[in-house]
């Protein structure tokens, strides 16, 4: 079903540019996008997530859980997370890897000042090697068929 998928969309002028996500040019998500290349951006009301800084977080919801705090001229943030540089390396990679252009090398080095190449070569190569991932000089994306098994290939980068 995905195949048909892939290649329907192709034909009706609806471009792959994630992995669950097609759009005509022009018209991506811009939110999706900054999900997916592991920028920051705040949320927002009952139950929404960020990502700012060094911490990612949730807010209390529903409603009535997320206007209590806030009474008492308080955050109504419910949970947050402390990301380590290793972590953030590590979601940078199966965040990235749903678009379809991939984890952009020089991106990465100016982002994390360690070469993409070298920090995961050994899940590079063994996801090359099954022929889910693609590596070039700019960019680690998946394959046509490494998009079948996505999940797959991320978790060999944690």
């Given at each position: 079903?995905?195949?048909?998928?892939?290649?329907?969309?192709?034909?009706?002028?609806?471009?792959?540019?994630?992995?669950?996500?097609?759009?005509?040019?022009?018209?991506?998500?811009?939110?999706?996008?900054?999900?997916?290349?592991?920028?920051?951006?705040?949320?927002?009301?009952?139950?929404?997530?960020?990502?700012?800084?060094?911490?990612?977080?949730?807010?209390?919801?529903?409603?009535?859980?997320?206007?209590?705090?806030?009474?008492?001229?308080?955050?109504?943030?419910?949970?947050?997370?402390?990301?380590?540089?290793?972590?953030?390396?590590?979601?940078?990679?199966?965040?990235?890897?749903r678009k379809v252009d991939g984890?952009?090398?020089?991106?990465?080095?100016?982002?994390?000042?360690?070469?993409?190449?070298?920090?995961?070569?050994?899940?590079?190569?063994?996801?090359?090697?099954k022929g889910w991932l693609e590596?070039?000089?700019?960019?680690?994306?998946?394959?046509?068929?490494?998009?079948?098994?996505?999940?797959?290939?991320?978790?060999?980068?944690?």
């Open positions: 079903m995905y195949d048909l998928l892939l290649n329907e969309m192709e034909k009706h002028g609806r471009k792959q540019y994630e992995i669950s996500n097609f759009a005509k040019e022009g018209f991506q998500s811009k939110h999706n996008i900054t999900y997916w290349s592991n920028e920051h951006y705040y949320g927002f009301g009952a139950g929404a997530h960020g990502y700012v800084g060094d911490t990612r977080y949730s807010n209390f919801g529903p409603i009535k859980k997320y206007m209590e705090p806030l009474q008492e001229n308080k955050l109504p943030t419910f949970q947050q997370k402390e990301i380590t540089l290793k972590e953030k390396m590590e979601e940078e990679m199966f965040l990235g890897l984890v952009n090398k020089s991106h990465f080095k100016q982002k994390f000042g360690q070469d993409l190449d070298t920090t995961f070569a050994h899940a590079i190569q063994k996801t090359m090697a590596n070039n000089e700019e960019n680690v994306a998946l394959t046509r068929s490494g998009r079948f098994l996505g999940n797959n290939v991320f978790q060999e980068f944690l």
